[in-house]
């Protein structure tokens, strides 16, 4: 089976520094999907971005960044300059093939607060 | 806001109570999913359809069952409620069906407490 580890539990930082949050992945698949998504105090899951298995190019947004490491398994995200609004709880999933459809593991969360 | 629609937000109710829960998928996503946040156990999926039929099956209890109508909107049911059915119930919406990599956005969720 398929397992998502993220081993932060919780992290705090200080607004503007920097802060990377860990993901590694089990899979026997040659061809998978990673997704990271943003859980804020409102409750909703927010998706951030989508990569798959053959595309090992980092990826840049805005102060977001995402390190893929296919030889050691890891999907990690690093947010720069960190802002209070980017508290929340952040969610690696990865997505695996189940029945007829599609599911996505999803680990078991970090909690990111940034203090002012 | 992703598009998705899920009614209602909060729902409280009773032991052995049941309780239907809404959602609406993003315009032109035929493939629905549930799942289910809890303290203890993290987010669970629990099932798929697609354009009406069931797809893929997680650890979804036998009480409770769901289903997606012609209009493409889902209802999931929870019969004989018990304490740990407490919940954050999510429905997440995506483009395709079968294989993997389709990216799901996910609606603002419904809390449900079981008291």
């Known amino acids: 089976a398929q397992k998502v580890t993220q081993a932060q539990t919780e992290i705090s930082v200080v607004e503007k520094e920097d802060v990377t949050l860990d993901c590694v992945y089990e899979?026997?698949?040659?061809?998978?999907?990673l997704f990271w998504y943003k859980q804020p105090p409102s409750g909703e899951l927010v998706f951030l971005i989508r990569r798959n298995s053959f595309d090992e190019q980092n990826e840049i947004s805005g102060r977001y960044s995402w390190n893929f490491q296919k030889s050691t398994s890891s999907f990690n995200f690093t947010i720069t300059a960190s802002q209070v609004v980017d508290s929340a709880v952040y969610f690696c999933?990865?997505?695996?093939?189940?029945?007829?459809?599609?599911?996505?593991?999803f680990g078991p969360g970090t909690r990111l607060s940034v203090l002012p | 806001d992703s598009g998705v629609t899920q009614t209602p937000k909060h729902l409280i109710t009773a032991t052995g109570q049941r309780v239907t829960l809404r959602c609406s998928p993003r315009?032109?996503?035929?493939?629905v999913y549930w799942y289910q946040q809890s303290l203890d156990q993290g987010l669970q999926f629990l099932i798929q359809?697609?354009?009406?039929?069931?797809?893929a099956k997680g650890n979804i209890l036998e009480r409770f069952s769901a289903q997606q109508f012609p209009d493409l909107h889902s209802e999931l049911n929870l019969s004989s409620l018990e304490l740990g059915d407490s919940a954050l119930y999510f429905c997440?919406?995506?483009?395709?069906?079968?294989?993997?990599?389709?990216?799901?956005?996910f609606g603002p969720g419904t809390r449900l407490t079981v008291l």
């Open positions: 899979t026997r698949d040659t061809t998978y999907y």
């Open positions: 999933a990865l997505s695996e093939a189940v029945d007829y459809g599609q599911n996505f593991v």
């Open positions: 997440a919406s995506s483009i395709g069906t079968s294989g993997r990599g389709h990216t799901q956005y």
């Open positions: 315009s032109g996503d035929l493939s």
């Open positions: 359809y697609y354009n009406g039929e069931e797809r």
